[in-house]
């Protein structure tokens, strides 16, 4: 089961990379920072330009393009170009994790993960 929403891109939107909330109701912004509050994956093959509608996975399994080494069940965050990258927050410090690992991927791999955001503190 996955919750997919559509909204308008204020930033140029890969397919399969992380998204936050934009300023405007009804908008989504490439993630691009740990800390950005992310609420989902792009599912829009061919990505999506400014202005244009994007669809978002909020909820359940999909893909995601991988920037760095993640194990299976750990958490993921965002990257400068928003591939999934380990959440790994320092001590006393948030970082906003896109959801969970369904496999282990390195850097340049589509994997299959869970989006369930959360903020896990270091």
Known sequence: MQLIKSFTATTAIP??????????????????????????????PG???IGERVDI?????????MGGTVA???FFTADASGKG??????????????GIMMVGAVSGDIARVLITATRPQG
């Open 15 to 44: 397919h399969r990379r992380q998204v936050k909330f934009a300023t405007n109701d009804g908008e989504v912004a490439l993630a691009t920072a740990a800390t950005d509050l992310v609420v989902g994956v792009s599912d829009c």
């Open 47 to 49: 990505g999506a330009a």
């Open 57 to 65: 996975v909020m909820l359940g399994e999909t893909e995601l393009d």
């Open 72 to 74: 299976a069940g750990a």
């Open 85 to 98: 990258v380990a959440c790994a927050p320092t001590a006393g410090n948030n970082a906003r994790a896109g």
